[in-house]
């Protein structure tokens, strides 16, 4: 499940300092109120959510669950780091800074100070694997946190034998089903 769209604006042109700012703005960013049915979530089975240790992940959850939520912070559900490579005269878009940077790091060419693609994949495995022992122990598993994170976790958990139910979509707030079937 993802988070719901940061109040942070995303209007003009940056250059990269102010895109680093941006990012830890978005990171530390309150969320737009809304609310969640989903006929998928048993929501009063919920006792515990997995999430993020970002603060609008951690606020979601709240929103979605309630204030007495058992929340369980962990870094692994943590989304994927972005590096904003120096162009100081250079004016975009933060969408255009942002689609940059995320492809050099896959391409292995922007994780100075970060880490690598290869060791987010291998922290999304960590996830997959406690989600999934957690779900085997305890029945049903939620988890709270961010869109390419939760995409990683997918696929591992696909890989690991569990089938999707429910594709929820890409947006600010998605909800994934997976069920694991003998």
Same mark, same amino acid.
């Given at each position: ?7 942070? =604006? ?13 990012? =830890?703005?978005?990171? &530390?960013?309150? @969320? &737009? ?6 006929? #998928? ?30 929340? @369980? ?5 943590? /989304? ?5 490579? =120096? ?13 940059? #940077? ?24 960590? #996830? ?15 988890? @709270? ?10 696929? /591992? ?8 139910? @429910? ?16």
């Amino acid at each position: 499940m993802s988070g719901t769209r940061p109040l942070v =604006s995303r209007k003009g042109f940056f250059n990269a300092k102010a895109t680093a700012q941006y990012i =830890s703005d978005y990171d &530390a960013a309150d @969320v &737009a109120e809304f609310i969640l049915e989903h006929e #998928a979530i048993p929501y009063q089975q919920i006792k515990k959510v997995y999430c993020s240790t970002l603060n609008r992940a951690q606020l979601t959850a709240r929103t979605i669950f309630g204030p007495d939520i058992e929340l @369980v912070t962990n870094p692994l559900f943590r /989304e994927f780091e972005r590096r904003i490579f =120096s162009l100081p005269l250079l004016r975009l878009p933060i969408k255009l800074w942002l689609l940059s #940077a995320r492809l050099l790091w896959f391409l292995g060419l922007n994780s100075r100070d970060i880490e690598t693609f290869r060791q987010a994949r291998t922290r999304a495995r960590e #996830a997959a694997e406690l989600l999934a022992k957690d779900a085997t122990e305890n029945r049903t598993t939620v988890l @709270v946190a961010h869109g390419l994170l939760n995409n990683f976790i997918q696929r /591992e958990l696909l890989k690991m034998g569990w089938k999707r139910e @429910v594709k929820g979509g890409n947006d600010f707030l998605a909800v994934h089903l997976l069920t694991l079937h003998p």
